[in-house]
């Protein structure tokens, strides 16, 4: 710590390999997103700060997008002792802590404390996308000194920084309404000196949301009812990732989770913010872009791999969801990679080339 200061340094002035100046030369400490930024930068880039700094303000949020051919070591930007929250869009990570063991999917939000043994890492071959909210222990005492006896245990044990506690939180799924909130986390609303005083309240209002247990009360029926719901949705979701090739119908799935057909495709839009028949293409379409980026598979087989009989379908679909040809996906020539309007056709006949 440098003289005149009274907070611990950030995550990449520790690993910064450049030597610290000497005591006696004064000079401004880099901001965390600069120094988080060169972590990143060592981890293969793909984060954006949109708002704080974690050691002058106590909470940073942090968007996250890219792609790894080998597992990367997320565990390398936490900062000790923190309090972090994890919206995941895309992509799967393992979060461990001694016994506890966390796979973290496509949409799905993770809420766990930094303390050492905690490791974290994002699995190779697929695009990651995901935001996080990360407090620091001074942010948290300030909100949440006197509440203990009604925080979710995981934010219970990093405020009284005991062990032999739960560091992991089993995963809430990401609906509809989180997704809203991410993008608009990513373009807020207002600017300028107003911008700071949103990103704090968002950043507050996600502690509401899941930093508290629910309260005994009435509500503790629907509570139960919404886990029974979230329940059922996970095994539909465990049925159709089984059985891509040959999925159940919606009446088969209904009676294999427990449930009639209308209901489970009630509860499952709201939890997971789109229909099944969405969801089912969507997973899909991911298998069959890893099959394709594998080098194994061809057009054809890995369309036949995913349950497509019609190429003119499988490519239709798959140029919706990943955003070109099939047989130029590999090759990295994306709508965002800045493919041209003619790569997006996706006709038949390109196809039928391969």
């Not at 100046?21 to 880099?30: E, G, L, M, N, W």
């Not at 990093?158 to 062990?163: P, Q």
Request: net charge positive.
């Amino acid at each position: 710590m440098r003289d005149g200061e009274h907070r611990p340094p950030c995550l990449g002035e520790l690993t910064a390999e450049a030597p610290p100046p000497a005591k006696s030369v004064a000079r401004t400490p880099p901001a965390c997103d600069f120094a988080e930024g060169r972590i990143w930068d060592t981890l293969g880039g793909g984060w954006q700060c949109l708002h704080g700094c974690y050691c002058q303000h106590g909470v940073s949020i942090e968007w996250h997008d890219f792609a790894c051919d080998k597992p990367r070591d997320w565990a390398r930007s936490f900062h000790p002792g923190s309090v972090e929250l994890c919206l995941n869009l895309s992509g799967h990570a393992r979060l461990s802590c001694q016994k506890e063991s966390v796979l973290l999917g496509a949409c799905a939000i993770a809420l766990y404390a930094v303390e050492p043994g905690l490791s974290a890492w994002r699995l190779p071959g697929e695009r990651h996308q995901y935001l996080t909210v990360e407090y620091s222990p001074g942010f948290l005492e300030r909100h949440l000194n006197g509440h203990e006896s009604a925080l979710h245990p995981v934010v219970r044990a990093a405020l009284r920084r005991s062990s032999g506690t739960p560091r992991v939180a089993p995963p809430w799924r990401l609906t509809a309404s989180h997704r809203k909130e991410m993008e608009s986390l990513r373009h807020p609303p207002v600017a300028g000196p107003a911008a700071a005083l949103w990103y704090q309240s968002r950043a507050l209002d996600y502690m509401a949301q899941f930093f508290f247990m629910p309260a005994e009360s009435a509500e503790a029926g629907a509570g139960r009812r919404q886990e029974v719901s979230r329940a059922r949705v996970q095994r539909a979701i465990g049925v159709l990732s089984q059985r891509l090739s040959e999925p159940p119908t919606l009446e088969e799935l209904g009676r294999l989770v427990g449930c009639s057909s209308f209901h489970l495709s009630r509860i499952f839009s709201r939890e997971m913010g789109m229909t099944i028949p969405q969801y089912l293409r969507q997973i899909r379409m991911e298998r069959a872009a890893e099959l394709l980026k594998s080098g194994k598979f061809n057009v054809t087989e890995a369309a036949l791999e995913v349950g497509y009989n019609s190429l003119s379908h499988f490519s239709h679909a798959f140029c919706e969801t990943m955003g070109c040809c099939p047989g130029l996906y590999p090759l990295g020539l994306t709508r965002s990679a800045g493919a041209t309007g003619a790569l997006s056709l996706c006709s038949a006949t390109a196809i039928r080339r391969q």
